[in-house]
Structure formats: C-alpha cells, structure tokens
C-alpha cells in the first residue's frame, strides 16, 4: 500500500488564488518531508522540504504546514499564478535510513489566468 | 554540469526484449537511484546505489536489474520486457553525508512502452 497519500489528484484555482495540496502519512518514524514540482516532459525538481521539530516552513510563495500528531502535511501555493501549472508529488523520507524516499501519487494543479 | 542524463528519451519494446536504460551524473553524487512512475501511483523507488558496487532494492525491482562500476554511472537493465513495465523511468542523484544533502537531482525521464 501507498505509504504516502495525497489529496486532490487534480486541482483548478483562478489566478491569485490559493492552492492547498494535502498529504498524510502512517509511519511515525518519517522525518523528512519534501515537496516536489514536475513540468511536463520534465523530472520532477525538489520545490521545498520541512523536518518534523516545526509546523510551518515558508519560501517565498510556497509553505509547507506540518502537523505531526496528525500525521499530515501541506503545501499552500499562495496568488497563485498561470507559471505554477504543473504536477506535484509530496513525499516521505528517514533521514537516518536517507536511502528510500516514498512519493504520494501527484496532483496536477491547473491555474487559470 | 550537466546535471542528471537520461538515454534514451523514448523507447519501444516488444514483449520478451531486453535493453538497458542509461543514466549518468556529473556532479559526483555517491548516492544513484531510479524510480518509475506511473499515473495514479507517483514515483516508486525501483534500484538504488550508496556508491560504486554497492546496489540495493526498493520497493518495486522485479524484472530489474542494476549494476554500478563507476560513481558517474547507473544503468537500469529490463531482462524480459513487459507490458507491466511500461512507464516513465526516472533517475536521480544526491549527495551523501555532507550538509543539506538532502536534494535528489532528477534526471528529464525515459518514456518506455513494452507491446
């Protein structure tokens, strides 16, 4: 099974809007949670990444809300824009076992302008 | 640099065939890994490398085969192509045990249909 599930699998915000992609997960020994953004046609590109010992982690437009007794993650794509139409895949990873990285399925996020 | 390298860019098997996906980096990553992707499924870890000869499973290597002789190269081979098979194959590449290494570099993707 998933170990990593993501909500919604497809996602349509106007320009300027806000995005929220969600994630959960069962295994408490995950510490390492990034966000990646895949083009089509293009291997996917880490976006941003947040550790356990904090809620909210904030780049730019993008913030990852953590909530670990909740076992769930989130990405806020904040006015977003017609350039952030891509596909994006959360995902889980230990850092003291960095080896095995373990993807959610993807949302395709479609912003229109 | 030119980062993470995929060839070929679109292949077309037939069933029973075998052939081997290349993947090479330049930025003398230790760690090599490739993942296949399917709609639906996300990213699934197929092989992975810690350096040269030493390889290792993830969660879906059946039918998959790797080997790793030098740091720059990690090619995957399909033995016996199925249908099974078909998909978007990616590598990736990081580094190991230096601060913030925890960044994949993921190569532009190998689009494999088995018939």
């Known amino acids: 099974q998933q170990q990593v599930k993501q909500s919604p699998q497809s996602l349509i915000v106007q320009k300027g809007g806000i995005s929220i992609i969600n994630c959960a997960y069962e295994?408490?020994?995950?510490?390492?949670f990034p966000w990646y953004q895949q083009f089509p046609g293009k291997g996917p590109a880490l976006l941003i990444a947040?550790?356990?010992?904090?809620s909210e982690k904030k780049e730019g437009r993008f913030t990852i809300s953590f909530n670990k007794s909740a076992k769930q993650f989130s990405l806020h794509i904040m006015d977003s824009q017609p350039g952030d139409s891509a596909t994006y895949f959360c995902a889980a990873s230990m850092v003291y076992n960095f080896n095995k990285f373990y993807f959610g399925s993807g949302t395709k996020l479609n912003v229109k302008p | 640099n030119a980062g993470v390298t995929q060839t070929p860019k679109f292949q077309v098997l037939k069933t029973g065939q075998s052939m081997t996906l290349q993947c090479a980096q330049d930025m003398n990553h230790e760690y090599m890994s490739w993942y296949r992707q399917d709609p639906g499924m996300g990213l699934r870890l197929i092989h992975y490398?810690?350096?040269?000869?030493?390889?290792d499973q993830g969660e879906v290597p059946n039918g998959y085969n790797v080997s790793r002789s030098t740091t720059e190269d990690f090619p995957l081979r399909l033995l016996s192509a199925a249908p099974s098979q078909t998909s978007v194959y990616f590598c990736?590449?990081?580094?190991?045990?230096?601060?913030?290494?925890?960044?994949?570099?993921f190569g532009p993707g190998t689009r494999l249909t088995v018939t």
């Open positions: 990736a590449s990081r580094r190991i045990g230096r601060e913030n290494s925890y960044e994949q570099y």
């Open positions: 490398s810690v350096g040269a000869g030493i390889t």
């Open positions: 295994n408490t020994a995950f510490d390492y």
């Open positions: 947040i550790r356990p010992d904090v």
